[in-house]
């Protein structure tokens, strides 16, 4: 009974009534595709192509009078794409297609970061880098969905390479090139890859980056070969940089929207082609916007009526700031805080390196995805559905004490630096730790640090306190960076495993709601210690440890999923490193435990496949976990989370592993 009490991911039981009714809901899961999002009607979030999306603009394509939206991919998923508008939601968001993909006149890598223009003649201008002093151009042909034409502009006046830059059109008729310029830092200590180096009184020890503005102008589009760039601002606007620009006209007065990694919204007065000093897009109570993800990739979306405002992107997906069209006392523009931008039948989107745990979070007897992502926060997916067929809905934030879960390791936390101070990648596990019959949830993250959110509501209506530390030996416990802590109960006693100090899996047992007690290293069978990865700095812990009886010998063993670098349980011969193609490896890992529950011992792991291949999910990271959904709705089956923010559904009867 107590193991029933307190696995909630697992022991889920169907009732008659549930089951009649998945009968004719749709199915969402299909094995080896990502779940589809259940929204009932067809709307739901926007699926962002890769693990950052970058928008590069909005032009009109078709002929109804409003802007569609050209987003680019990374180097993970490079591709560049036209999401046509459709609509707007209930709320005022705007709504997508699906994603065109479209040809460019060069091998599209997604390292060459892009921009595009529309001219009063309704041609559409593409721009994209290559390198830190040399742009091309092509021009869009709508009925082939290519970009044609490709020119060379070269560029002069810099005084060394660009890293982000933009294009807006003056009220003069022309265009003003932007160019993100970085301040010449010195650098007295010289940093080693995946290393920190603070000084003994806790400061970064070299000058953070900071950035500034160049721009050039060009009276037309048309064959232009060469631009000369001169300083607009001097080159300390923000901390390590601007990440897009777009223009906006309000009145007769322009201004340059820019976004930058850190979050704020810059808006520049444009007179002249020159910028005046800097004032920012604020909230409603005249607070600085700032943005949800790390990054800001801007485009203004304006079309007819008085629908209009500030498309952003990043590492998380877009979301939409609406436009007041109005200004504070200090000449900022005043824009409503940011909601999802919707597309038209996406897949279930949650950000970027999802991290899902199943349970029933709300007491209705169906099965919820509770989500963690790399900006730092804690979703809510609601199951609409059934558990044989589950229709699992736009996600919702999760709050803990009143205020919606942000974790952001700023200054200091972050084990990559203070560039680094934005991402959160929160990993939750969701559990029963206090004994009183409702989910907790349980955390680790970019910090570190392993806390613990109680439940203080009600079964029905679940009420989270704040985060808090769970100590060993009155310290608070510290481990691996990024990685999802095992939680489960092992013989009567509930037990947590994370990656120690050494890169090697430890269990710790409870004592109370935060206190653990030591219970060792975790071992193979020939006796040697679990390793977790090949490499040292900010390449060690990211594991996603999920406790779970895979192979019904009545034994918990675990699921581990990994980055592509890992290498479980040693360096030489361990996986997925050993045995991943070149450029994937986000693994699952079968860890078999040959002992008991009470003494667990772990084979040598294995790879999961799915019809017989490796199941690899790109570079940074995988995060599986299980539940009783899907399939023939009796199976004990498999979802992973990935890094572009998709969920990955296995039906039991497809996977191996060996």
């Known amino acids: 009974m107590m193991i029933l009490k307190r696995n909630l991911i697992l022991c889920v039981f169907f009732l008659s009534g549930l089951a009649v009714k998945a009968q004719t809901h749709p199915d969402f899961l299909i094995s080896g595709q990502p779940i589809k999002n259940g929204s009932a009607n067809g709307i739901g979030q926007f699926a962002s192509p890769s693990l950052t999306g970058v928008i590069m603009g909005l032009a009109n394509v078709d002929a109804d009078n409003y802007p569609d939206l050209f987003l680019q991919g990374d180097v993970r998923a490079p591709g560049t794409y036209l999401y046509q508008f459709k609509k707007f939601s209930e709320k005022g968001e705007p709504i997508f297609s699906q994603g065109k993909k479209l040809k460019l006149p060069f091998e599209d890598r ?55 830059f933009g294009v807006i059109k003056t009220l003069q008729g022309k265009y003003l090139f932007l160019f993100t310029i970085s301040k010449e830092n010195k650098a007295p200590v010289k940093m080693a890859p995946d290393s920190v180096y603070y000084t003994p009184e806790g400061f970064w020890p070299n000058e953070l980056n900071e950035v500034g503005i160049y721009g050039a102008v060009a009276n037309s589009l048309e064959n232009l070969t060469k631009l000369e760039a001169k300083p607009l601002t001097s080159l300390d606007q923000t901390y390590f940089g601007i990440s897009g620009y777009t223009g906006y006209e309000i009145d007769g007065e322009q201004y340059l929207i820019c976004g930058t990694r850190m979050g704020n919204l810059h808006a520049y007065p444009v007179k002249d082609e020159h910028l005046s000093p800097t004032k920012y897009i604020v909230d409603q109570g005249h607070i600085l916007q700032r943005s949800p993800t790390v990054n800001g990739y801007v485009g203004y979306f304006k079309g007819s009526g008085n629908r209009e405002g500030l498309l952003l992107s990043g590492e998380g997906g877009i979301v939409f700031y609406r436009n007041t069209k109005q200004k504070d006392k200090n000449g900022n523009l005043v824009f409503e805080n940011a909601s999802a931008v919707k597309q038209e039948n996406p897949v279930l989107y949650g950000g970027s390196l999802v991290v899902p745990s199943l349970a029933d979070w709300d007491g209705d007897g169906l099965i919820d995805m509770i989500v963690g992502n790399s900006a730092g926060n804690l979703l809510l997916f609601k199951n609409g559905g059934t558990n044989p067929r589950p229709a699992y809905q736009d996600p919702e934030f999760l709050t803990a004490g009143g205020e919606k879960i942000h974790v952001q390791p700023g200054y200091r936390e972050d084990i990559q630096g203070p560039h680094e101070a934005r991402w959160g990648y929160v990993c939750p596990v969701v ?52 990685s999802t802590p095992g939680v489960t109960n092992l013989a009567g006693k509930d037990a947590y495993v994370i990656l120690d100090r050494d890169n090697q899996f430890h269990l710790y047992y409870k004592i109370d709601a935060f206190n653990l007690s030591d219970g060792g290293k975790l071992k193979l069978t020939d006796g040697s210690f679990i390793n977790g990865h090949r490499r040292s700095g900010g390449q060690v812990g990211r594991a996603k440890i999920h406790w779970v009886d895979w192979d019904g010998d009545g034994v918990k063993d675990m699921l581990v999923g990994t980055g592509r670098g890992a290498s479980i349980p040693n360096p030489t011969t361990g996986l997925p490193y050993n045995r991943k193609k070149k450029n994937e490896g986000a693994a699952v890992l079968f860890m078999r435990n040959a002992g008991t529950d009470a003494n667990p011992v772990f084979e040598f792991p294995k790879m999961m496949k799915f019809k017989g291949q490796d199941i690899l999910l790109g570079a940074h990271g995988c995060a599986p976990t299980t539940a009783y959904i899907g399939g023939d709705g009796k199976s004990l089956n498999l979802v992973v989370g990935t890094e572009y923010g998709t969920f990955m559904f296995y039906d039991r009867k497809d996977l191996s592993w060996q």
């Open 431 to 482: 559990y029963d730790w206090n004994d009183d019959g409702l989910p907790d949830i349980l955390t680790g993250d970019s910090r570190g640090k392993f806390m613990v959110y109680l439940n203080k509501g009600s079964k029905t209506e679940p009420k989270l306190e704040v985060e808090k530390p769970l100590f060993i030996k009155g310290l608070n416990l510290h481990g691996g960076w990024r």
């Open 110 to 164: 997604g390292e060459n970061k892009a921009t595009i223009i529309q001219t009063p003649d309704k041609e559409i201008h593409g721009f994209w880098r290559f390198g830190g002093k040399l742009l091309k151009t092509a021009v869009f042909n709508k009925s082939t969905n290519t970009f044609e034409k490709l020119r060379n502009i070269q560029l002069g006046g810099l005084p060394w390479g660009l890293s982000t």
